[in-house]
């Protein structure tokens, strides 16, 4: 009899944990296991990617009612004589216009805000995964019945003693913990001493053949541009450090190198990234693409790829751009070594805006380093579709 499997993300954006999460999710036996997935968030781009065996499950009462505007959802109130979904969501937006929260903050005071109108899930499963910190970690921990519940942690949390106390609460309900990264596991068992036993390692699974024949579909930069092409993936966000990314592409400017320093993604630093652009005359140097479904051809195109991130549960972006062989420059950040070789597999340069251009620089003047970084690149192991062997001792 096939294993029922139940995995919990909030949305299918074209972000590192989702893109994990749709990999693991092609990998799976499904002779073996039935599948469902609960999302927050509906019609992202990632979603069409996601194998038919899959059955994404129909959107939560409270996501659809948050979906309406206030006009309708008051209506809906109305209609329904039940006004416990618009005083939860009205909490919630005050609480988060008290001052600015992390996202681990902002998933707290959501939880604690709206949780007493999120209805259970009927199903008993054998087991159950929250594949992201956060509110899919809360929704399995206290809304999902199952016979064995899994928390991934794709990311190095840093919490305060509330926080701490708030999010052990849940925590304590599953029967292991995954940390994406060494890194990540030694972050997380400092934080949760008591967890030390129950915190495991499985790498995001990287498909390097699914990668390469998605960077052959013919959708890429849309320009005829002929310098150099530099790339970074990643939401529009503080940790991913497009402060030193900006400084590092003004710096490159003023030294007369013809290039262009493309990036994908969204997040909330959009229009300080755009004012930036403006005041700095970098439009022509700094580019925001949005979110692509299919990031590949991009990374295909690109020279050089370029993480300028503070923190990283793993890096996947990095793993992408190595399967493709393009020679990397990434910041020293916690989880870089997981996976870099500086010197071989690209460079790993000091966190800040010098010694990204300086590392950029050295790629585009340094062609001998370039093509043995390149050949290493060739020559080195592709993805880690082995990892999808834990994954099942885990589950079974």
């Known amino acids: 009899m096939k294993k029922k499997l139940l995995f919990v993300i909030d949305s299918l954006e074209c972000a590192g944990a989702e893109k994990s999460l749709v990999t693991l999710l092609s990998l799976l036996d499904y002779s073996k296991?039935?599948?469902?997935?609960?999302?927050?968030?509906?019609?992202?781009?990632?979603?069409?990617?996601?194998?038919?065996?899959?059955?994404?499950?129909?959107?939560?009462?409270?996501?659809?009612?948050?979906?309406?505007?206030?006009?309708?959802?008051?209506?809906f109130c109305i209609r329904k004589f039940d006004f416990r979904m618009l005083s939860k969501r009205i909490k919630y937006s005050i609480a988060i216009r008290m001052k600015k929260y992390n996202n681990v903050q902002k998933a707290?005071?959501?939880?604690?805000s709206i949780s007493d109108v999120i209805e259970n899930n009927p199903v008993l499963y054998d087991v159950a995964i929250s594949y992201a910190q956060g509110t899919p970690t809360f929704y399995v921990a206290d809304k999902v019945n199952a016979k064995k519940k899994f928390a991934w942690v794709n990311a190095n949390l840093k919490l305060d003693q509330r926080e701490k106390d708030f999010q052990k609460k849940f925590y304590d309900k599953f029967t292991n913990i995954v940390?994406?990264?060494?890194?990540?596991?030694?972050?997380?068992?400092?934080?949760?001493?008591?967890?030390?036993?129950?915190v495991q390692v499985i790498y995001d699974i990287n498909n390097p053949h699914l990668i390469s024949s998605l960077a052959k579909i013919p959708h890429d930069f849309?320009?005829?541009?002929?310098?150099?092409?530099?790339?970074?993936?990643?939401?529009?966000a503080y940790l991913k450090g497009y402060d030193i990314a900006l400084d590092a592409c003004r710096k490159l400017r003023d030294k007369g190198i013809k290039f262009r320093w493309y990036v994908l993604g969204k997040g909330p630093l959009k229009g300080e990234i755009e004012q930036y652009i403006k005041e700095n005359d970098l439009s022509g140097h700094f580019i925001l693409l949005g979110v692509k479904?299919?990031?590949?051809?991009?990374?295909?195109?690109?020279?050089?790829?370029v993480q300028t991130s503070k923190s990283e549960g793993f890096g996947l972006a990095i793993?992408?751009?190595?399967?493709?062989?393009?020679?990397?420059?990434?910041?020293?950040?916690?989880?870089?070594?997981?996976?870099?070789?500086?010197?071989?597999?690209?460079?790993?340069?000091?966190?800040n805006a010098d010694a990204v251009c300086d590392g950029i620089l050295k790629l585009i003047n340094d062609k001998k380093l370039r093509e043995n970084i390149i050949k290493y690149l060739?020559?080195?192991?592709?993805?880690?579709?082995?990892?999808?062997?834990?994954?099942?001792?885990?589950?079974?």
């Open 33 to 75: 296991y039935t599948v469902d997935l609960m999302l927050f968030a509906h019609g992202k781009l990632l979603e069409q990617l996601v194998p038919d065996e899959v059955d994404i499950l129909s959107p939560l009462k409270y996501t659809q009612f948050s979906s309406l505007n206030l006009k309708e959802a008051f209506l």
């Open 108 to 112: 707290m005071i959501f939880w604690q």
């Open 179 to 198: 940390a994406v990264s060494d890194s990540t596991k030694e972050v997380l068992s400092g934080i949760f001493p008591d967890y030390s036993e129950r």
């Open 222 to 236: 849309d320009d005829d541009f002929d310098g150099i092409k530099i790339l970074t993936i990643g939401r529009l």
């Open 293 to 305: 479904a299919n990031p590949y051809p991009f990374i295909n195109k690109s020279d050089i790829y």
């Open 319 to 351: 793993a992408e751009a190595r399967m493709l062989n393009i020679p990397v420059v990434t910041t020293r950040f916690d989880a870089v070594y997981n996976q870099m070789i500086d010197g071989k597999n690209g460079l790993v340069v000091d966190m």
């Open 378 to 396: 060739y020559r080195e192991k592709k993805g880690n579709i082995e990892e999808i062997q834990k994954f099942y001792q885990l589950i079974e």
